[in-house]
């Protein structure tokens, strides 16, 4: 059984006059917030708001770069050579951390969003040049990406600290990647099911996947999306259920020890 894991949330994903999210009652369950850098949600504005939310919520923040597809959300593949990647992840996390360091703070980590993520899982070219972009900026920023994927892989090859990243509140896959958007049961809207789930990951390191068999899934950091009807409702009882079971709920920046 994990003794500490991490709770992250997608965060800071408004754009303009449009609001997505309950990131005020979110900051309040969450220890990491994955805040979007301006490509696939969010605005300079909206960056800074939330940096200056985390600050407040004693939440460790990280940044979220995604392909620049607001239309899209950032869920739709794109073809982008590695070159393209490194350098718009680069733009991307070092806005964030330009901004993090007006208001008095660090990045702690980066988590890159939807499609690329999903790419990336896969494709080490893409991962590669994800893991120079972050090695490049701050060599001690931690990588999340899910456990055993080409992705960490990247990471670790690159000498970064990673986090292994579980999701609440998404269907996976026998291979233990995650189900598709497009598909059925891609999104698990039970609360009871997702809190059932978060916790099974936590202390016994398994999720159940897609042909109703458990598979491994030991992680670091378990996420919840900000954009999930009722989402600040379910991190909640997610991290009650959590702590009631013994698990201490801590940033991975803040752990005394990480798996590299």
Same mark, same amino acid.
């Given at each position: 059984m994990a003794d500490c894991v991490d709770l992250n949330s997608d965060l800071g994903e408004s754009f303009g006059r449009w609001t997505l999210g309950n990131d005020v009652e979110l900051m309040r369950s969450i220890t990491s917030a994955n805040i979007a850098c301006g490509f696939h949600a969010g605005d300079p504005?909206?960056?800074?708001?939330?940096?200056?939310?985390?600050?407040?919520a004693g939440v460790a923040i990280g940044a979220h770069p995604g392909f620049p597809d607001l239309v899209g959300f950032g869920r739709r593949n794109m073809s982008a050579s590695p070159q393209e990647v490194e350098d718009f992840v680069i733009y991307q996390v070092a806005a964030l951390a330009g901004i993090a360091a007006a208001e008095g703070l660090r990045l702690q980590h980066v988590k890159a969003h939807g499609a690329l993520y999903n790419m990336a899982i896969r494709d080490r070219r893409l991962a590669d040049a994800i893991a120079r972009a972050v090695a490049a900026l701050d060599a001690a920023l931690i990588l999340f990406g899910l456990p055993g994927t080409e992705?960490?892989?990247?990471?670790?090859?690159?000498?970064?600290?990673?986090?292994?990243?579980?999701?609440? /509140?998404?269907?996976?896959?026998?291979?233990?990647?995650?189900?598709?958007?497009?598909?059925?049961?891609?999104?698990?809207?039970?609360?009871?099911?997702?809190?059932?789930?978060?916790?099974?990951?936590?202390?016994?390191?398994?999720?159940?996947?897609?042909?109703?068999?458990?598979?491994?899934?030991?992680? /670091?950091?378990?996420?919840?999306?900000?954009?999930?009807?009722?989402?600040?409702?379910?991190?909640?009882?997610?991290?009650?259920?959590?702590?009631?079971?013994?698990?201490?709920?801590?940033?991975?920046?803040?752990?005394?020890?990480?798996?590299?």
């Open positions: 504005g909206v960056m800074r708001e939330t940096v200056r939310r985390a600050k407040a992705l960490l892989h990247a990471a670790e090859a690159a000498g970064l600290t990673v986090a292994a990243e579980g999701f609440a /509140d998404r269907g996976y896959e026998p291979d233990g990647s995650l189900t598709p958007r497009d598909r059925p049961g891609a999104v698990i809207h039970d609360p009871d099911n997702v809190v059932r789930r978060a916790a099974r990951m936590a202390q016994e390191g398994v999720v159940t996947a897609s042909n109703g068999r458990d598979i491994p899934m030991r992680v /670091d950091t378990i996420c919840t999306h900000g954009d999930t009807q009722g989402s600040h409702e379910l991190t909640r009882r997610i991290r009650e259920a959590l702590e009631r079971s013994g698990v201490t709920v801590r940033a991975v920046g803040a752990r005394p020890s990480l798996r590299t």
